[in-house]
């Protein structure tokens, strides 16, 4: 059986399966709707929140970046675990007890305030729209290579599905479609790895074959050729970074608050029976997280090496076009690989510098996008296992895809009509607009992965330094501080999220020709950004709250409760 059977095969499989698992779990009311009637188990919220979490970005573009730019990847892998032991000790446990539905919820009760409820609103649609961009283009790039179709023909099927399973089940038909998803994606993941590992370095666990010598009887570390290869072919050391220590830091630290302050994820732990279950649940989404990230670096090596060894050749002189493996001539077809011949040798050569610049010696351009799904093809394992990944990609994708559409559809349907403009709207009604709001973010983000502002992984970095600048400071303000007041968190959120966004825009879109250390403020990237319109959001809100009204007694009273682990009940609306 060839392999795009396979991979029609699998992947209908699963869609079959997470298709059944909505029409099972389809939600009735707006508390399972939106929390899936608080009653979801700490170990299943855990792999459902590790589902969620693990989108794309992580699946198919955090090993390509990892890949590409060695130790410097490592910003990735740092900041996206460490945020979960913020969210677990300092936000969720006390949001839980809050007993709302979603941030924006809490925001406009904590602050007293619609004019902050609906800024949050705002804030939240904004972050998950740039979220969702990331994500559509990995579904995207999987389809368009393994079921030959159009990257906007992808899209849309992709959409289709979602919109299925998001629409009719609501979180709870989502969550215990994640539970199958991770199942999927982590089985997609280290399978091609344990393979790989296995022929390059015959250890079966990819985590110590990444330290490893190569067992093809030479005695070189794994990581020693890939500096060697890296270095003669004119890039940085794979294990030497080249960013700055101060762009390392803003980085890791914007993703690790960003992920504190992404609403799709902290809407997670309302759907748990108990507070202390909050917790739990955090415990778990690390364990079940750490299975594909202690694995990505591994198989960003391997991919590397074996990426090199097949273009350049193993004497290092280029492989003859004509000759090309099939897996270049399979991913050439999507463009996201591309070959020019510039020296007219028929050969094809990878090295530093520019494809489209004739005086560099660079012949073949390779979407870092394609790493992990290409890595099965391009180490020549079975069809099965290509397929297998192939499932696995779409399966990361759709599974965060479907939370941000949640997210999106409860602050226009729950935080905007029922809590803001329409407050005697019928249960029934509302839940019928936050189906239609559904509907409608499904085709606008089918829009953003068709025309995706950047890759994957950098997309969705941009998102989390959104986050960081608007969502955490003022979350961590709403629980620890009693006298923070409405004037403060409305003008730190504002301020916080505006000048993100503007720094981002303005390098990414507007002048991307100055994207360079030399003309970022301190050095910090786009990427990183966040963490300094998280420090200017806390300096103005501390500073118009000193200028402004006291908050209400009674809202520093309910503070106080918000911090008291006793007496939470269920998730619901006020």
Known sequence: MDVQTLTFLIVGLTFALYIGIAIWARAGSTNEFYVAGGGVPPLANGMATAADWMSAASFISMAGIISFAGYDGG?????????????????????????????????????????????????????????????????GVVFSRFLEVEIETG??????????????????GITYTQVAQYCVMSFAYLVPAIFISMMMTGHFFP????GA????????????????????????????????????????????????????????????????????????TLVFIS?????????????????????????????????????????EKTGLITFNDKNGDGKMFYTSGSIDDPTSANEVNVDRDIMVLANPEIADLPGWVVALVAA??????????????????????????????????????????????????????AYFGINPPGFVASVVAFAFGLAAASFFPVIIMGIFSKKMNKEGAIAGMVTGISFTAAYIIFFKFVSPELNSPAHWL?????????????????????????????????????????????????????
């Not at 902050?116 to 994500?135: D, H, P």
């Not at 985590?207 to 990444?210: D, I, K, M, S």
């Open 522 to 574: 301190l050095g910090i990237s786009p990427e990183g950004i966040g963490i300094i319109g998280m420090a200017i959001n806390f300096i103005v809100a501390a500073i118009v709250m000193k200028l402004t009204a006291e908050t209400p007694l009674e809202i520093q009273q309910m503070v106080e409760g918000i911090r008291n682990p006793k007496g939470a009940g269920e998730a619901q609306a006020h």
């Open 392 to 445: 696995g990609g779409i399966a990361a994708a759709l599974s965060t895809t479907a939370g941000l559409l949640l997210v999106i559809s409860t602050s226009v349907s729950h935080d905007l009509l029922k809590r803001t403009l329409k407050p005697d709207i019928s249960d029934k009604q509302e839940l019928l607009a936050a189906r239609l709001a559904a509907m409608i973010a499904i085709v606008i983000s």
């Open 75 to 139: 910003v990735y892998l740092m900041g996206w675990t460490g945020g979960y032991v913020l969210l677990a000790v300092c936000l969720v446990p006390y949001l839980r007890k809050f007993g709302k539905f979603t941030v924006p919820d809490f925001i406009g009760d904590r602050y007293y305030s619609q004019t902050a409820r609906v800024v949050a609103i705002m804030c939240a649609i904004f972050i998950c729209f740039t979220y969702i961009a990331g994500q559509m283009r990995g579904v």
């Open 207 to 210: 985590q110590t074959g990444f």
């Open 213 to 284: 010598t190569l067992s093809d009887g030479s005695g070189v570390y794994l990581l020693d050729k890939l500096d060697g290869l890296t270095a003669e072919l004119g890039f940085s050391q794979y294990t030497e970074g080249s960013k700055s220590m101060i762009d390392v830091f803003a980085i890791t630290a914007a993703l690790m608050v960003g992920t504190a302050g992404l609403p799709h994820v902290i809407v997670r732990f309302f759907t748990v029976p108990r507070v202390k279950d909050t917790r739990i649940s955090a415990a778990w």
């Open 291 to 331: 299975v594909v990230y202690t694995t990505a670096p591994a198989v960003a090596a391997f991919a590397r090496v074996n990426m090199i060894d097949t273009i350049n050749g193993k004497d290092g002189s280029g492989t003859a076009y004509a000759e090309a493996p099939t897996w270049v001539q399979n991913w």
């Open 155 to 172: 899209v849309y099927i992709g959409m289709v599905i979602v919109f299925f399973y998001a629409v009719l089940g609501g979180m709870k």
